[in-house]
């Protein structure tokens, strides 16, 4: 049973759509990675769920489904229970997301004060058991540090302990470890599969580094100019990839010392999309039917036959694959 | 053996900061041949960018040499101008917002005294795949990967036998890198420039490089030909560096955890700097710091080295 679930989201900018009709659904205790390059919108998913899009932004179209409840349509005083409560966050760049005022310590308390109702006193000692979870060094004397006294690793700690604070249902982790080197960015996506075991999390992972997608998704959603172009298992979308632009993308990384395949061309500005598939004018198999934007279909022959070496950790899942392009088409007989 | 572009002798640059002396770049000694790349790797902090800096004069060098094809150009700006070029990682912020993408490109040129320096400018925007129709507009109305290749344009404007490279594919979008990437490799094999480049992203360093130096806390750790630093590292930091890089063919694995941080840096320890976080450490690591050893045609500081044969493909 997904706990959220996304249908047809459509995000608009004036007359500008960034989103273009977009599902998802996350389960709990799974991860959904969702991965894209910049402008893709795969920011603006994880702020439209929060309800927190940047003026003029809006949602235009479709639903966002907390256990079933649609919080498109939910007041203003409802939606600042969720945020933090329901629906935790982590940003990028944990210098800019705290507060620099602020010691660490309250910072995790206020959230435990807002939505879990305790008295200062309490959160104050819930926070440095919080602070504890995450592994912060002597957390005692770090809740008494402001965050400009934290290293970058330290900061995305504290934010990761406010986020997990209030127990939250779903976490939206948008580029959680883009700032930090690779050591420290290890730590941290380990710290977070940990928290999210325990606590039996959703987690929305968003980031444009398909490494850091592939080593903690279970299923990843491709975007590509405001759609899901690919949807499917980690293992098939990264090893058996449907979509010219997923294959693309997996070929332009580095593996070796091969010259590298690039795809042409740059990404489309979303205030000038034609009519037609997003990705034609880049690929190299467009063809006549390409004018028409191709939608989701199942792409079931794009299964990884590497499955099997992953052992049972799949076999439970929802196994569907699916990838807008037509290609893919009639390949499912 | 071609010749030497860059040689850099015990090279030393010291920050004074409140609470004491940073040593960011310590006794770095390295050497660089043309139409090679020297890619130097490492962790916020370590020194990688201000290696780079001191090369380019930019900042000064308490201690050591720089000496660029046979020329000590040691504090020398005008001499170190000419022979060396820069790729910074975001050329938004390196050009100038308000000079056409002609002027930005022309600049060195018209500094040094170039006798055509609009027709080179030209030139070398073809070489770069650069409409040289671009010439009369600003950064801002060009796309991230044209911006890009119009900081590689003004840098290779001279030919300078050296380029630096710092971070040059860090603000780009994965599509893009691979083109800016294979244009560097291209560049260099018709023009047999040296390419010293900087980063953290080990996927691009294992594509470009020739050869690796791995910096940790100002000192290099380990250097070597890129397949064997890569396929079979000699020093625990460089192995555990290589093991938190998350790879594709691992999905759904976490990478290996290397606990602990980088220590403050203005605290000097007698032993080895990576001590604090080695799994491998031993009384005698944190008493004297080891020399670097050379085995062939690499090297490593540590007393003991992750055995090629037994370890690295355990991991």
């Known amino acids: 049973m997904s706990v959220l679930e996304v249908r047809g989201l459509r995000v608009a900018f004036g007359s500008t759509e960034v989103l273009r009709g977009v599902d998802l659904e996350v389960e709990a205790g799974r991860t959904l990675g969702i991965v894209g390059e910049s402008g893709c919108g795969k920011s603006m998913t994880g702020l439209a769920i929060m309800g927190l899009l940047p003026y003029p932004g809006r949602v235009a179209a479709g639903e966002i489904l907390l256990d079933g409840r649609d919080l498109v349509r939910e007041k203003e005083s409802r939606l600042r229970q969720i945020r933090g409560g329901d629906i935790a966050m982590v940003f990028q760049d944990p210098f800019t997301s705290l507060n620099p005022m602020m010691r660490v310590g309250d910072q995790v308390a206020e959230a435990i004060v807002l939505h879990r109702k305790e008295s200062w006193k309490r959160a104050r000692e819930l926070a440095i058991e919080q602070l504890r979870a995450v592994k912060v060094p002597s957390p005692e004397s770090t809740a008494k540090k402001f965050p400009h006294q934290l290293s970058g690793g330290q900061r995305q700690r504290v934010m990761i302990a406010i986020a997990f604070a209030c127990h939250p249902r779903v976490l939206i982790a948008d580029e959680p470890t883009t700032a930090l080197d690779v050591t420290l960015q290890a730590q941290i996506l380990a710290l977070l599969k940990e928290l999210q075991s325990e606590q039996n999390t959703a987690v929305i992972l968003i980031s444009h580094d398909i490494g850091v997608i592939g080593s903690v998704s279970d299923r990843i959603a491709v975007y590509y100019a405001g759609k899901v172009v690919e949807e499917g298992r980690a293992v098939d979308v990264l090893h058996a990839p449907a979509h010219p632009y997923t294959q693309g993308l997996l070929a332009s990384l580095p593996s070796g010392q091969s010259r590298l395949q690039s795809i042409q061309g740059q990404p489309p500005d979303p205030k000038t999309l034609g009519v037609g598939c997003s990705f034609a004018v880049r690929c190299s198999f467009c063809h006549e039917k390409c004018d028409v934007e191709p939608g989701l279909m199942p792409a079931l022959k794009f299964r990884a036959d590497v499955a099997h070496e992953f052992g049972n950790q799949w076999s439970s899942e929802d196994g569907s694959h699916s990838a807008a392009c037509w290609l893919v088409e009639g390949t499912n007989v | ?315």
């Open chain 2, 1 to 315: 053996m071609s010749e030497t572009v860059l040689r850099t002798e015990d090279l030393t640059v010291v920050y004074h900061v409140p609470g004491g002396v940073i040593r960011a770049v310590d006794g770095v000694s390295l050497e660089l041949a043309a139409g090679e790349t020297l890619a130097v790797v490492g962790e916020s902090g370590c020194g990688k960018t201000t290696l780079a800096k001191a090369i380019l004069g930019l900042e000064r060098a308490a201690g050591g040499k720089i000496v660029v094809q046979g020329n000590d150009v040691t504090g020398d700006l005008r001499g170190l101008a000419k022979r060396v070029g820069i790729v910074w990682q975001d050329p938004y912020a390196s050009l100038d917002s308000r000079w056409t993408i002609g002027d930005s490109i022309s600049e060195p040129l018209v500094i040094h005294k170039h006798p055509n320096p609009r027709e080179r400018a030209v030139e070398v925007m073809k070489e770069t795949g650069l409409d040289p129709g671009l010439m009369d507009r600003y950064p801002h109305q060009l796309s991230g990967g044209q911006r890009q290749r119009v900081a590689i344009a003004r840098a290779l404007a001279l030919n300078p036998p050296l380029v630096l490279c710092d971070e040059p594919t860090a603000a780009l979008d994965l599509s893009i890198r691979a083109q800016i990437l294979n244009l560097l490799k291209d560049l260099q094999a018709s023009r047999s420039c040296a390419y010293l480049y900087i980063s953290h992203d080990l996927m691009t360093v294992r594509y470009i490089a020739d050869r690796v130096a791995v910096m940790y806390l100002g000192r290099i750790v380990e250097i070597g030909p890129t397949g064997d630093v890569f396929g079979a590292p000699r020093h625990p930091y460089t192995q555990a560096l290589m093991a938190s890089a998350p790879t594709l063919e691992l999905v759904g694995r976490l990478p290996a955890v290397l606990a602990g941080e980088i220590p403050d840096p203005r605290v000097r320890v007698p032993g080895c700097r990576f001590s604090s976080r080695c799994p491998r450490r031993q009384d005698r690591c944190v008493e004297a710091e080891p020399e670097l050893t050379i085995e062939g045609d690499r090297g490593y500081r540590c007393y003991f080295p992750v055995s090629a044969l037994t370890e690295s493909n355990a991991v």
